[in-house]
């Protein structure tokens, strides 16, 4: 059976979640897209190479 949990300590905790979110966002760079970021990395680990190698085969910038 699972617990119940309040409305208001869901509301909490998104809020809290959506603060991280906004702080990982700051910490990136808000120009940047982590959902891509994300994906180069899962796309290098399924063909066991490098996210350098992927940038280099797409012929992607190297940013920061």
Same mark, same amino acid.
């Given at each position: 059976?699972?617990?119940?949990?309040?409305? *208001?300590?869901?509301?909490?905790?998104?809020?809290? &979640?959506?603060?991280?979110?906004?702080? !990982?966002? =700051?910490?990136?760079? *808000?120009?940047?897209?982590a959902?891509?970021?994300? &994906?180069?990395?899962?796309?290098?680990? !399924?063909? =066991?190479?490098?996210?350098?190698?992927?940038?280099?085969?797409?012929?992607?910038?190297?940013?920061?």
């Open positions: 059976m699972h617990a119940r949990v309040s409305q *208001q300590t869901q509301k909490a905790r998104i809020s809290e &979640l959506q603060a991280e979110v906004d702080r !990982l966002q =700051e910490e990136l760079g *808000q120009d940047k897209d959902e891509k970021i994300i &994906l180069i990395g899962r796309l290098a680990n !399924l063909k =066991e190479t490098t996210v350098r190698q992927i940038h280099k085969n797409l012929e992607l910038p190297m940013g920061d």
